[in-house]
């Protein structure tokens, strides 16, 4: 996989990247990581990148000529047109699926917008996918970027290794992670959930997924619509919605 990262702020997308699973997947040539510097793409006397928005308002925009150069330049090496992603909060939300599918992209250029947003003429030459990672507002686009890279980066074949993949498939049936302890048994008077000291692999198992639909259905009940269950687990969930009602009934 290689991303390419047109931004004012390269430092900071290499920095962040070049740490953890995503740097060692760096060094292993797995991933590759080029942040470009849009301002070395504005041939002016002061590299200036930004200008006053036509028909006034606040702030300032970057200007389309700086971010077209830059991109050209990827064009040219890479000798095709690839996905641009733009990192704004007008675009897509970002989740697993979408991640997934830009895993299997040979390339993917990310677009980093700062002040106001950038010119729109150039975003209707060269960007492909508009994306937002959640409905708030950030000061610029490296920080959704690294964002998006970090969860494309895992479903890339060779990134995690065989222990960090098994993690993986936990979001793969849109239920969250059940809840996990290591040692001791015993801290700050909590004991370890007895099943998961047993050695019993199917109970154990059970116990996981159960935990994994409560949670679910506590926190992100929306998810369960496009869950895998079977008609046994959608019995269990209504079981669960009709005893919590009862015992908030009870407490009132
Ligand atoms: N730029 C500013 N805020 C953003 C967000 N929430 N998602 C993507 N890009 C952004």
Request: proline share 4%.
């Amino acid at each position: 996989m290689n991303f390419y990262v047109l931004t004012l702020f390269p430092d900071m997308i290499t920095q962040g990247m070049n740490t953890s699973i995503t740097g060692r997947a760096i060094a292993k040539g797995v991933l590759n990581l080029e942040a470009i510097n849009i301002r070395d793409f504005a041939y002016n006397k002061h590299q200036k990148v930004d200008d006053y928005p036509y028909g006034g308002g606040a702030g300032m925009l970057m200007q389309a000529e700086p971010v077209y150069l830059s991109y050209e330049s990827i064009v040219k090496r890479v000798g095709k047109r690839p996905r641009v992603v733009y990192l704004t909060p007008q675009g897509r939300v970002f989740n697993q699926k979408m991640a997934r599918e830009m895993a299997l992209e040979e390339e993917i250029v990310f677009l980093c917008g700062h002040y106001e947003g950038i010119d729109e003429r150039v975003l209707e030459e060269i960007v492909t996918d508009y994306v937002s990672i959640g409905d708030y507002v950030l000061t610029g686009g490296e920080l959704p970027a690294m964002v998006m890279m970090d969860s494309i980066s895992r479903m890339v074949p060779g990134v995690l290794n065989n222990q960090e993949s098994g993690e993986t498939e936990s979001f793969a049936g849109n239920l969250l992670e059940y809840p996990q302890y290591s040692r001791p048994e015993e801290w700050h008077g909590k004991k370890v959930p007895e099943v998961l000291l047993s050695g019993h692999h199917e109970n154990v198992a059970k116990w996981r997924r159960e935990q994994a639909i409560v949670r679910t259905l506590k926190n992100r009940p929306d998810l369960l619509k496009e869950a895998d269950l079977t008609n046994k687990e959608w019995n269990f969930i209504r079981q669960l919605k009709k005893q919590w009602k009862e015992e908030q009934e009870e407490a009132l």
